[in-house]
Structures are given as C-alpha cells and as structure tokens.
Nanobody
C-alpha cells in the first residue's frame, strides 16, 4: 500500500547543491515517520535524516548535519532532501523510507529493517 518514489538525482560537481524528492502515497501522514538513507555498492544503507510530517525536530546524522536539510510538504505528500557543499564521498543511491513510528525517539534500526522503501535515486558527485 505504501509507495515511495524518489527523483532528482544526477551528476554534480563537488561543492554544488542538489535537491532530491520523495513523492509518497498509500498511508496516513501522521501514522508514519519519514527518513532519508543512502547506500554505496555492497554497503548497508546509511541513515541521513528523519522527521515526522507534523514539523517537529528532524534528526540528522553527523556526516551530513549542517550540509543537508530535510523538508516536508504535507499538501503535496512530498519529502525533500536539500544537499549543499556536496563531496565525492556523498556519491550513493539515495532512498526514501517510511516507517510506522510515532513522533519522539526515532528508531533507525527499525526503519531500516521494517520500513517501506522507494527505488532510490542516484547522486554522483564528481568532475
């Protein structure tokens, strides 16, 4: 029932900015918490950011804090990840995640194991 569709990835130069999107459907917004993960080939998906649709505090990983911003548009049912000062090590497939968690202490492991995923969008940072 839950469907997530990422878009907006591409090739960018180091230091540039990019915004990727996750269009959602099939669930009631206040029953789920949204998150962004990324994955390099052969690696586990790395947590980046998570937050509820209500506009509460967003949790960020240390690797992207201060550079990436997660935004939500409840009317469009779309979650965005605004990425700035991109580095080659940011190169990965970026995934949207929706997990049935309430606001508060976000359980990253639960979302990774049981949440719903989109197909991902490739972000490549290079020359």
């Amino acid at each position: 029932q839950v469907q997530l569709a990422e878009s907006g990835g591409g090739l960018v130069q180091p230091g540039e900015s990019l915004v990727i999107s996750c269009l959602t459907s099939g669930f009631t917004l206040n029953e789920y918490t949204m998150a962004w993960f990324r994955r390099a080939p052969g690696k586990e998906r790395e947590f980046l950011a998570a937050g509820a649709w209500s506009g509460g505090k967003i949790r960020y990983s240390d690797s992207v804090k201060g550079r990436f911003t997660m935004r939500r548009d409840n009317f469009e049912r779309t979650v965005y990840l605004q990425m700035s000062a991109l580095k080659p090590e940011d190169t990965a497939i970026y995934y949207c995640n929706a997990d049935a968690q309430r606001e508060g202490s976000y359980d990253v492991a639960r979302a990774r194991a049981h949440g719903h995923w989109g197909q991902g969008t490739q972000v490549t940072v290079g020359q």
